[in-house]
């Protein structure tokens, strides 16, 4: 069984950074396809971002050249780097994972094709 915790969410002022984790159970970050999302409050859960097991990453248009996302196979961690932070980026964080990766495109960015998600870490943005 899979286990993954966020950490690292926090209130920020608009153009600061914050770095999520996502701690995993052992194995998962090397083995799993990762994924990061997001949830406003009355909006669906969005992709933000995902990493293959071979290092291969995706982004979301919104977030492109703004958030990289990372991990450390040693210590079985998720990261989220976020920088240049907007009120638009607030919402709670999730990681998640799948034993193997989407088939088809756009799949990295579909909650549905996940099968494990952590509870999440809040990250808010003030103008």
């Known amino acids: 069984q899979v286990q993954l915790v966020e950490s690292g969410g926090n209130s920020v002022q608009a153009g600061g950074s914050l770095r999520l984790s996502c701690a995993a159970s052992?194995?998962?970050?090397?083995?799993?396809?990762m994924g990061w999302f997001r949830q406003a409050p009355g909006l669906e859960r969005e992709g933000v971002a995902a990493?293959?097991?071979?290092?291969?990453?995706s982004y979301a248009d919104s977030v492109e050249g703004r958030f990289t996302i990372s991990k450390d196979n040693t210590k079985n961690t998720l990261y989220l780097q976020m920088n240049s932070l907007k009120a638009e980026d607030t919402a709670m964080y999730y990681c998640a994972a799948v034993k193997d990766a989407p088939a088809w495109v756009g799949g990295a960015s579909d909650p549905a094709e996940y099968d494990y998600w952590g509870q999440g870490t809040q990250v808010t943005v003030s103008s």
């Open positions: 990493i293959g097991s071979d290092d291969s990453t």
């Open positions: 052992e194995g998962t970050t090397s083995n799993y396809f």
